[in-house]
Each structure stands twice: as structure tokens, then as C-alpha cells.
């Protein structure tokens, strides 16, 4: 199993950005999907999860601006990413609790990071 994150780039503040990952491989089900964001010297930080059946959280500094989705048919989570500010640079994660397939405990996978740049 694992998880495929891209979208990510340099774009100027005010702009937007659309981030997608796919969980592939022998899975029986995916649960809670989200995104987390880490700059060099900070934890790594939650953006926002959604869940199987929809329900989604965001962290405060990205409500309202940022919508989370996922296509559960695809194993795909999406971040849509508007209003960009510098403060929004970081590293972002893609992260998932998946059942795989012929396993009986879930297990938590982070994807690789996709750098997102807010600069003018």
C-alpha cells in the first residue's frame, strides 16, 4: 500500500492550488484521509481529514479558504487550496488509515511530501 501525492508548486499569494493523492495497492478499505504540512524546524501539522462518509475538519488557519474532498471509488483525497498566503509554504503530507486487503488491523501511511512555495 501506498500513498502518491502531487499537485504542489510555486504559485503567488492570492493564487490557488489543487493537491491529490491516490492510495493504491491490496486495500480493503480506506478510512479517515487528510493532510498535514511541515515547515524545517516545526511538527508537522494537521490542514484538514475527512472521513469515508464525508465529514471533514480543517485546522483554523486554513478554514475558509481550503476545501477537502475525496473520491472514495478512486482511493483519492483532494485539497483545494485558494487564497494562498506565504504562511501556507510548507512541505504537505497526504495521510490515510487503510485496511489492507487480507489484513485485520488498520495501519496508518503517510505519502511522500509535495512542496507547496507562496512567493511574489
Known amino acids: 500500500v501506498q500513498l502518491q501525492a502531487c499537485g504542489g508548486g510555486l504559485v503567488q499569494p492570492g493564487g490557488s492550488l489543487r493537491l491529490s493523492c491516490k492510495a493504491s495497492?491490496?486495500?480493503?478499505?480506506?478510512?479517515?484521509m487528510g493532510w498535514y504540512r511541515q515547515v524545517p524546524g516545526k511538527q508537522r501539522e494537521l490542514v484538514a481529514t475527512i472521513s469515508s462518509g464525508g465529514s471533514t475538519n480543517y485546522a483554523d488557519s486554513v478554514k475558509g479558504r481550503s476545501t477537502i474532498s475525496r473520491d472514495n471509488a478512486k482511493n483519492t483525497v483532494y485539497l483545494q487550496m485558494n487564497n494562498l498566503k506565504p504562511e501556507d509554504t510548507a512541505v504537505y503530507y497526504c495521510?490515510?488509515?487503510?485496511?489492507?486487503?487480507?489484513?485485520?488491523?488498520?495501519?496508518?501511511?503517510w505519502g511522500q511530501g509535495t512542496q507547496v512555495t507562496v512567493s511574489s
Open positions: 495521510n490515510a488509515d487503510i485496511l489492507p486487503l487480507g489484513s485485520s488491523m488498520r495501519r496508518n501511511y
Open positions: 495497492g491490496s486495500i480493503f478499505n480506506v478510512y479517515v
